[in-house]
């Protein structure tokens, strides 16, 4: 992604901050809308159940609420929501796990996620591609979770008239949302080590 | 090779996910046998992005989150009026309870450990139970506030200071619950904060 676009998206975040501070509802909603399920499933990643990682999200965005009006304009709001959101997912895990009468129990709620990689790596993963869709314009962020997300598998028919596109725009679309991913992920400071993460790299 | 020929980016993604028809995939694949470095690395990204969706999770949180933050945001927003602070009084305290006569002394032991306490203002009540985790004797404060007016227990966001500093923060969830695990002993205060007011615990002595 070009620096112009990467500034745009701040630029956006920024204006749905100062629309919040003013009590714009229609802003917070926004805000909602973009970062609320990037939030929720940071926690659900680190393998919290449905209900902690509900938690997780409402103090997340509980603490936003509150550092409102202190927030720099030139806040990156993802990686900000993303270090609060993993603070009080580790504070958590460290207390279930403590109250735990059976080691093993506190991942009986949780659902098995790919036996293909280990739980370091799958948080990895989920970082990288947290970041990923962090930085994509929001067409393209609600285009890739919805092809490649939604536990219902919608069609590329109910995808487009969803997100009020051409159906033939589908395919072609998400080839250019995710080669804009790639350029943004290689052009961001990534925490996440790609080369690390894929021995073939 | 000659970088024409090399699979664009978009053929790459339809062909590792079949949707190309079965000549065009072959074509696709021998192309593939010469490609260049920076074809065979969007590839392997590529390969990489299937392996990350497959595995992480992205889901979206029960509605009872939003409607929590809606609120929220709508009592932390509204125009400026009169703000209450209401300090709790303490109404209740399992340990101050005349001992049974005749009572066990395992069963006083457990008490030991455990502790109830009530906390009364006229805007809300807040019923604490203390529990010392043995044997690091730390402590898990376990909270449920009772507003007595149309305040929704949702709407509560609840700090637990200490020498005057936020150290822990939880939400109460729909049946006003709420808990602060792994404190240390000492001195800590509560504020339970919703939209025009808060009730302020001005002191939670947690003892060894």
Redesign the interface.
């Known amino acids: 992604m070009s620096q112009t676009a990467q500034n745009d998206i701040l630029k956006t975040d920024r204006d749905l901050i100062r629309a919040c501070r003013s009590g714009d509802a229609r802003a917070w909603e926004r805000l909602l809308d973009k970062y609320e399920r990037l939030v929720f499933s940071i926690s659900l990643n680190y393998g919290l159940t449905t209900d902690d990682a509900a938690d997780v999200a409402q103090i997340t965005f509980t603490i936003l609420l509150q550092n409102l009006d202190t927030l720099p304009d030139d806040i990156r709001l993802p990686p900000w929501l993303a270090t609060v959101a993993r603070r009080h997912t580790w504070r958590l895990l460290a207390q279930n796990r403590r109250e735990a009468v059976n080691p093993d129990e506190d991942l009986a709620g949780n659902k098995a996620l790919g036996g293909m990689v280990d739980d370091r790596e799958r948080r990895e993963l989920a970082e990288w591609l947290y970041q990923g869709l962090s930085l994509l314009d929001e067409r393209c962020r609600r285009l890739l979770l919805a092809l490649y997300f939604d536990a219902e598998q919608p069609s590329y028919a109910q995808i487009a008239d969803h997100l009020k596109i051409p159906i033939g725009s589908v395919g072609p679309t998400r080839a250019r949302c995710l080669e804009q991913m790639r350029q943004s992920l290689h052009t961001a400071e990534s925490p996440v080590s790609v080369h690390r993460l894929h021995p073939l790299l | 090779m000659n970088e024409s020929n090399a699979p664009r ?2 053929e790459l ?2 062909w590792l996910e079949g ?1 190309l028809p079965p000549d065009k995939a072959r074509d696709v694949a021998e192309r593939l046998q010469t490609a260049d470095a920076a074809t065979q ?2 590839l ?6 299937q ?12 509605p ?3 409607e ?3 609120q ?3 009592e ?4 400026p009026g009169p703000f209450q602070r209401w300090l709790a009084n303490l109404t209740f305290d399992s340990r101050a309870q005349p001992v049974t006569a005749g009572l066990r002394s395992a069963q006083r032991a457990e008490e030991d450990q455990q502790r109830q306490l009530i906390y009364t203002t006229e805007a809300a009540e807040i019923a604490l139970t203390v529990r010392s ?1 043995l044997p690091e004797q730390n402590y ?1 404060v376990v909270g449920q506030i009772f507003p007595m007016g149309d305040t929704s227990t949702h709407a509560f ?1 609840i700090q637990l200071l200490r020498d005057a500093r936020q150290v ?4 109460a ?1 729909e049946l006003g619950e709420f ?1 602060f ?2 404190l240390p002993a000492g001195e800590y205060e509560i504020v339970a904060s919703a939209g025009q007011y808060e009730v302020v615990i001005p002191s939670l002595h947690l003892r060894l």
Do not use: G, H, M
Not at chain 2, 53 to 59: D, L, P
């Open positions: 980016f978009s993604l339809d949707r690395a969007d392997d990204w590529l390969r990489l992005f392996q990350a969706r497959q595995s992480v999770q992205f889901a979206s949180p029960p009872s989150v939003r929590a933050l809606r929220r945001f709508a932390a927003r509204q125009p985790i898990i966001s822990a923060l939880a939400a969830d808990t695990a792994d």
